[in-house]
């Protein structure tokens, strides 16, 4: 695949293990994420309320100044139900352990986990470091603290 980004971000990868897999990588032209394969050595059965961490058999170096994002992939949502606990799941530029996908059931069934399925998308994404500065009073705006559903439906 061609990269048609206008600022390519070079991420280095390493095999945790051996591994028939492929390591992510985009699944279209127009890709925003890497898919992520579980990398188990047996099925994991996910209970309905269940979550696990499932690895993925890789680890990463994301430069500063970017994150790794986690994300659910939308197949897995609509056809079954199965989302990631806290989405995005945010792997920092330091971070160098295996990349995890905590995986939770939200459906009525139980869902097999197998080596090898997609299970999660990862997107690199630029995240500013902030300056914070203290101050005595917030300027005015029209929204004001309006928030969690004020706008209605």
């Known amino acids: 695949m061609t990269d048609s980004s206008p600022h390519p971000v070079t991420v280095y990868i390493s095999p945790c293990r051996p591994s028939v897999h492929p390591l992510p990588r985009y699944m279209s ?14 099925p994991v059965v996910l209970n309905p309320g269940e979550a696990t961490l499932i690895g993925t058999g890789f680890s990463i170096a994301i ?8 994300r659910p992939r939308s197949g897995l ?7 990631l606990l806290n989405s995005p799941g945010t792997i920092d ?8 996908v905590i995986l939770f059931n939200f459906g009525t069934s139980p869902y097999t986990v197998h080596d090898g ?21 917030l300027d005015e705006t029209t929204r004001g603290d309006g928030g969690f559903g004020h706008t209605g439906r």
């Open 63 to 70: 430069p500063p100044g970017y994150e790794g994002q986690v």
């Open 29 to 42: 032209e127009g890709a925003a994420g890497l898919d992520l394969h579980a990398a188990l050595g047996a």
């Open 93 to 100: 530029p330091d971070y160098r352990g295996e990349v995890g």
């Open 117 to 137: 399925d997609r299970i999660a998308q990862l997107v690199i994404t630029p995240v500013p470091r902030v300056h914070l500065i203290v101050v005595e009073r």
């Open 77 to 83: 949502a609509l056809q079954h139900r199965i989302g």
